[in-house]
């Protein structure tokens, strides 16, 4: 209990790093120049997504702590081999969606990308090799990095802003490295790349075509609608941004609890899961819903209004992706790689359908909101439909 207590602790200070970092960005800038950073910024946290399914899983099975630092040190390796792609993927097409327009923020975002993604490697590792005080120590010198600065803030750029979060972040890197005595191994890291374990390349999957949906709406909100329809999403995001705490709680956390377990205790753990998700979406989505206007406008700035407007369907959504990430858990742990593949795809369909179609056929950012909230509805039932046929077809 008290490891998983740090890891809930750590989950707080990643996420309140970044979200410092998206406020004060977000009161640096005007409505619509925010609203293309946060397209960069929505391809950063794709590829940070697609890192952490990809090289998080598989740290997260591994069941000993031998093993667990051995595939650290090869998912550091992979993530060093892949960090000129990583840059590029999120500089081209943020850069093309967005015209070239605020470049030196595109640039910075993207320059920061392979240290978020070693970064959050190392704290898989740390957290599967059951020292959770590592992660927490890496995570809170970015947070306090980030907090130092927040009182002179208003008097700086937000290049000056994002160039001390991406040094923060080296700095979080570099504590984490010293504190598990791993480093790179670039040999294991080319022989992962090259064979990619099954279930591990399932969840990446099922992050590439669930995040690459997400973006191609976010793109067409700002292409047919405008930009600033795009930072009301990211705003709203970021309001309900702490809820990602609990899902990378289950992810980083209780996935190598359940992967140490015996299967047929997959059901329960679960649905138990499921209920203390859920329990906790319903309280957060409640207080953001109540936030005054002027907190509001304190956290986002001209964003705010934008933001207000959406935000009940955002909790909708976020009611939907923690009962996935339940379901999804179980998937994981028994393998189902094939199901994984299934869910997602459909999933990832119907939310690049409906998000377009909203934003093309309607032009209103709210019916684009409410179009996400119903296709995340849909990938719990699936997810739990795929998991229920799984344990009865163990079971017999």
């Given at each position: ?28 800038l ?109 995570d ?53 790349l ?69 299967r ?10 499921a ?63 094939g ?25 209103e ?11 995340a509805?849909?990938?719990?039932a ?15």
């Amino acid at each position: 209990m008290r490891q998983r207590l740090v890891v809930v602790a750590d989950q707080g200070a990643s996420s309140l790093s970044n979200l410092l970092a998206v406020v004060l960005v977000a009161r640096a800038l005007g409505e619509q120049e925010f609203g293309r950073f946060a397209i960069a910024y929505a391809i950063l946290v794709s590829a940070l997504g697609v890192s952490r399914s990809w090289f998080g899983t598989s740290i997260s099975l591994r069941t000993t702590r031998e093993a667990v630092r051995a595939e650290t040190a090869a998912s550091l390796g992979a993530l060093s081999v892949l960090s000129p792609l990583l840059l590029l993927v999120v500089m081209v097409p943020a850069w093309a969606v967005t015209d070239g327009r605020d470049a030196v923020l595109t640039c910075l975002v993207a320059v920061s990308t392979p240290v978020v993604c070693l970064q959050d490697a190392l704290r898989f590792g740390a957290v599967a090799s059951r020292r959770p005080g590592v992660a927490l120590a890496s995570d809170l010198t970015w947070l306090l990095a980030m907090a130092a600065i927040f009182p002179v803030a208003n008097r700086l750029g937000a290049a000056v802003l994002l160039s001390a979060w991406t040094a923060a972040a080296v700095a979080a890197l570099l504590v984490a490295l010293v504190g598990l005595r791993v480093r790179p191994d670039l040999r294991a890291g080319v022989r992962a790349l090259r064979s990619i374990d099954r279930t591990s390349g399932s969840v990446a999957y099922g992050t590439v075509v669930m995040q690459g949906a997400s973006i191609l709406v976010v793109s067409a909100v700002g292409a047919s609608i405008s930009d600033a329809a795009a930072g009301s999403i990211r705003g709203a995001g970021t309001l309900v941004g702490p809820l990602n705490v609990l899902l990378a709680f289950v992810n980083l956390a209780l996935t190598p609890a359940l992967a140490r377990r015996s299967r047929s205790a997959d059901r329960r753990f679960c649905l138990l899961t499921a209920t203390g998700v859920l329990a906790v979406v319903i309280v957060w989505g409640a207080m953001v819903l109540a936030l005054p206007d002027r907190w509001g406008t304190a956290l986002l700035g001209d964003t705010w209004d934008g933001a207000r407007s959406v935000l009940p369907f955002t909790v909708l959504e976020y009611v939907g992706v923690g009962l996935a990430a339940a379901w999804t858990l179980g998937l994981k742990v028994r393998g189902e790689a094939g199901r994984l593949i299934r869910q997602k795809t459909v999933v990832a369909m119907l939310t690049a359908a409906l998000g377009v179609t909203a934003a093309l056929a309607v032009g209103e950012v709210r019916a684009v909101s409410l179009a996400l909230a119903v296709s995340a509805g849909v990938g719990a039932a699936v997810g739990w439909w795929h998991l229920r046929i799984s344990i009865v077809r163990t079971t017999g």
